[in-house]
Nanobody
């Protein structure tokens, strides 16, 4: 069983950068595909980015493609989301999630979730 803890959120201005981290417990982190989702107030949770268990393939939502970079360090049991050129519409609670079967956009296929970290981007 994996436990996930996100960190790195905060309040920034439009155009700034942030790096989120998601630390996982357990010895089987490297066997999980990982993803980031976000949920803005009044909106449904949406997929942001995913990465395969070995870090070889990444997948991004169109809204963040070219601005966000998803990476992982299996030796540290940590996945990262580097967010550049942030926009006010990126404001949301960001969650990391783990799955043995997917790194795609279907949240129902993720078995473990973190508690989330708030990202607020001011105009």
């Amino acid at each position: 069983q994996a436990q996930l803890v996100e960190s790195g959120g905060g309040l920034v201005q439009a155009g700034d950068s942030l790096r989120l981290s998601c630390a996982a417990s357990g010895r089987t982190f490297s066997s999980y595909h990982m993803a980031w989702f976000r949920q803005a107030p009044g909106k449904e949770r949406e997929f942001v980015a995913g990465i395969t268990s070995n870090g070889g393939t990444e997948y991004y939502a169109d809204s963040v493609k070219g601005r966000f970079l998803n990476s992982r360090d299996n030796a540290k049991n940590t996945v990262y989301l580097q967010m550049n050129s942030l926009k006010p519409e990126d404001t949301a609670v960001y969650y990391c999630a783990a799955s043995r079967t997917t790194f795609g956009a279907n949240s129902n296929e993720y078995h473990y979730w973190g508690q989330g970290t708030q990202v607020t981007v001011s105009a």
